[in-house]
């Protein structure tokens, strides 16, 4: 069975840095498009940045220049490197896979991790 798990939420101050991860786990034979998305106090759940098998990214205009997301395929891990962080990104952040196939003649599926909690506050 398939598992996202995510990491590296916390509280930080305005202007800190914070570093999520996301490992995949079970049988994967490869993962088309990883990323992130996150989901603030009622409000619907955005799209914060993207990365292709090939290193193709898309980021959420809010977060361009501050947040930088990386993937590594051999680990089914993705990342995102959050500096600069403001109150307005506090959010559940979610792990994304789109596309995951668990062998080669199987149909890409998405998956979602449970969240991690990202405070940005003083």
């Known amino acids: 069975q398939v598992q996202l798990v995510e990491s590296g939420g916390g509280l930080v101050q305005p202007g800190g840095s914070l570093r999520l991860s996301c490992a995949a786990s079970?049988?994967?034979?490869?993962?088309?498009?990883m990323g992130w998305y996150r989901q603030a106090p009622g409000k619907q759940r955005e799209l914060v940045a993207v990365?292709?098998?090939?290193?193709?990214?898309n980021y959420a205009d809010s977060v361009k220049g501050r947040f930088t997301i990386s993937r590594d395929n051999a680990k089914n891990t993705v990342y995102l490197q959050m500096n600069s962080l403001k109150p307005e990104d506090t959010a559940v952040y979610y792990c994304?896979?789109?596309?995951?196939?668990?062998?080669?003649?199987?149909?890409?599926?998405?998956?979602w991790g449970k969240g991690t909690l990202v405070t940005v506050s003083s």
């Open positions: 994304n896979a789109q596309g995951l196939r668990v062998t080669i003649r199987s149909s890409g599926m998405d998956y």
């Open positions: 079970g049988r994967i034979f490869s993962i088309n498009t």
């Open positions: 990365i292709t098998s090939g290193g193709s990214t």
